[in-house]
Structures are given as structure tokens and as C-alpha cells.
């Protein structure tokens, strides 16, 4: 039985993730759907010829359908201009000996990071960035040259700095894919 909730939870594990991250009541709502399916101790066939049951979980089911919808809705900002004009100076300052800017905007820069996620590339920089001293800059320095990147690329600007959340950021495509 512990073994069928373990393998439920993990089945079902991308699908709530985002979910269980939203709101409260949607997490409540998610611990009662995993206890009547997953850990209820009944098996597949008992289920199925349990009409009432079924009935019953229709609504359950639709309402966490329909608050994942609700709650998908991709940022419409990612930083601040004054984030990214910090981006600029910390780039000028430490990126520039090896690279250019045109290096990170651009059809070349898109296609190369098409269907990669925000995460991804942060992640890429903090741990090879710069060469002769990886992860060696602050936190706020390299969210800094991010929001600079995303600025290059015409990500929008907005009131709320970019954090360093990897979980938040892997959730963000750059270029998504045709």
C-alpha cells in the first residue's frame, strides 16, 4: 500500500508541482485528492465499481483543472530597468574581456537557447561564469547580468526584481519552440 502512494505521488509529481506551490486551499485540496486515490487502500477494480465515488470526485477534479488554468499565467515581467542598467555596469565590468553583448541578443543567441528555460541559463552563468572565477561573483550580481540578458532580448521590464528562485525560473521557456 505505501508503495502504491509513493508511486502515485510520484506519478502525479510534475502535473501538481505548480500547483502546490500556488495557494493554500488548492494544497488542501491536492492532500484530500492524493488521500482518497493514492493511500485509501482500495484497489483499482473496487474503484471503478464504486459509482458513488466517482460521482462524488467529478467536481473535486474539475475545480483543481480549472485553478491550474487560472494559476499558469507566465509573468509579465521578470525584472527591473534599474536591475538591468546594473546588469549593464556588472557585464561592462566582467563579461566584456571575453565577450559582447551581441554575443547574448539576436537570432544566434535565440536559436541557441530556443526551448531552454530561464533557469537553465542562469544556472549556466552562475556556474561557469567567468572563466577564471566561476560562481565567484554575488548572487545579486549575477540576476543582475540575467535581467540585463532578458533586457537585451526584449523581455519586459516591470516593478519586481528577478530572484534568484531556480524551481521559478526552470518554469520559464526563453524562446519557446515552434
Given amino acids: 500500500m505505501i508503495v502504491g502512494c509513493i508511486f502515485f505521488l510520484t506519478g502525479f509529481d510534475l502535473f501538481f508541482q505548480r500547483i502546490l506551490m500556488e495557494n493554500l486551499r488548492t494544497r488542501l485540496l491536492v492532500l484530500v ?12 477494480a473496487e474503484t471503478l465499481t464504486n459509482e458513488e ?5 467529478t467536481p473535486v477534479a474539475t475545480e483543481v483543472e480549472e485553478s491550474m488554468d487560472e494559476e499558469t499565467v507566465e509573468p509579465s515581467s521578470f525584472y527591473t530597468v534599474a536591475q538591468a542598467e546594473r546588469g549593464e555596469d556588472s557585464f561592462r565590468e566582467t563579461c566584456l574581456s571575453c565577450h559582447s553583448s551581441s554575443e547574448f541578443r539576436g537570432r544566434s543567441f535565440q536559436r541557441d537557447w530556443r526551448g531552454s528555460s530561464m533557469g537553465y541559463l542562469y544556472e549556466e552563468i552562475v556556474y561557469y561564469m567567468p572563466e577564471d572565477n566561476p560562481g565567484g561573483l554575488s548572487t545579486d550580481t549575477y540576476l543582475d547580468i540575467m535581467a540585463y540578458i532578458l533586457d537585451l532580448n526584449g523581455f519586459p521590464a516591470g516593478d519586481s526584481e528577478l530572484v534568484s528562485d531556480i524551481d521559478a525560473m526552470k518554469e520559464i521557456v526563453l524562446f519557446p519552440r515552434d
Fill in 33 to 44: 485528492l492524493t488521500g482518497v486515490y493514492g493511500c485509501a487502500g482500495v484497489t483499482p
Fill in 53 to 57: 465515488t466517482l460521482i462524488e470526485d
